[in-house]
């Protein structure tokens, strides 16, 4: 068992959460999510020989608390479609501009 501190950058915005790992020699990876975002959450990795050089992996996630993960995700699409869609109407109105200026090919 090893406690690991992770940081992931979505869309300029950094995410930190740290896990509890623990390993099953060959078979899977146990992640208990302690702090962060997903807090609670478990997310086992099971590895299974395909013959060869081949793996299938399963990864599956346990919500601990009384969210469904439509809940979970509409938390995080409500953080990120706001910044997606001002990036999208940024790019479109610089797009239509530079096209009416004729400074794009078609």
């Known amino acids: 068992t090893i406690l690991i501190e992770r940081v992931a950058k979505i869309r ?4 930190q ?3 509890q790992v623990n390993f099953s020699p060959v078979e ?4 208990d999510q302690l702090e962060g ?3 609670g959450m478990e997310v086992i990795w099971t590895f299974r020989s395909l013959g060869g050089k081949k793996t299938h992996l399963e990864i599956i996630h346990h919500f601990s608390d009384s ?3 439509s ?3 509409k938390e995080q699409f409500n953080q990120i479609i706001p910044k997606a869609t001002q990036q999208f109407l940024a790019d479109f109105k610089n797009w239509a501009e530079r096209q ?3 400074e794009l090919d078609d």
């Open 12 to 15: 300029s915005v950094e995410y």
């Open 17 to 19: 959460w740290k896990s």
């Open 28 to 31: 899977k990876i146990i992640f």
């Open 37 to 39: 975002p997903l807090k």
């Open 67 to 69: 969210k469904s993960i």
């Open 71 to 73: 809940e979970h995700l």
């Open 100 to 102: 009416s200026l004729g």
